[in-house]
């Protein structure tokens, strides 16, 4: 005996935020940041804990920020901030966000708050390479030499072939001390 197949409902929310989606990536991918920080806004609105959208917004808040005034550039980054904070209560574990979230704190003047998120995710993730990398950069940054070449070290044992991680190594074998 056959079992009649049921039908299931479209979910109209869940449409409307994969449109939003699909939109605020199309934006991104023109470079057109407002416009893609407004779809993945329009696609939490939609379905509100769509970490995706919240990482995406993040990451288009973060370029319009590069390309704007500095007092524009601090509302932009401010509410990157927003948005990967969000994403890190619903998804913690989330090497996407955090990774954004220091750097919207290194480019909010944050450094120490951006490296103690990277050392955590760098003690959470071992295996994650962009985390080595951009916590070797966020020490050089501050000056600790020796800690950003370990960094370095553990980066190019997992990505031996990452060409930044290359660059900066030679940058730091030139720093001395």
Do not use: I
């Not at 030499?145 to 370990?150: N, V």
């Amino acid at each position: 005996m056959r079992w009649p197949r049921r039908r299931t409902r479209p979910n109209p929310a869940l449409q409307a935020a994969r449109q939003h989606m699909l939109a605020g990536g199309q934006a991104l991918e023109s470079q057109r940041w407002a416009v893609a920080v407004e779809q993945f806004e329009k696609a939490l609105e939609a379905v509100p804990e769509l970490v995706e959208a919240h990482v995406n917004a993040g990451s288009a808040c973060y370029q319009a920020a590069l390309g704007s005034s500095a007092s524009e550039a601090d509302l932009w980054l401010s509410r990157a901030q927003r948005h990967f904070e969000a994403a890190l209560v619903q998804r913690p574990d989330s090497v996407p966000a955090a990774l954004n979230l220091a750097a919207t704190l290194h480019g909010r003047g944050a450094a120490a708050e951006a490296l103690a998120v990277l050392e955590a995710l760098a003690r959470d993730h071992p295996q994650a390479t962009a985390v080595h990398y951009n916590l070797a950069l966020a020490y050089a940054n501050a000056g600790r030499l020796d800690e950003a070449r370990a960094a370095l070290a553990t980066e190019l044992t997992l990505d031996p072939t990452n060409a930044a991680a290359l660059e900066l190594g030679r940058q730091l074998e030139g720093a001395g001390g």
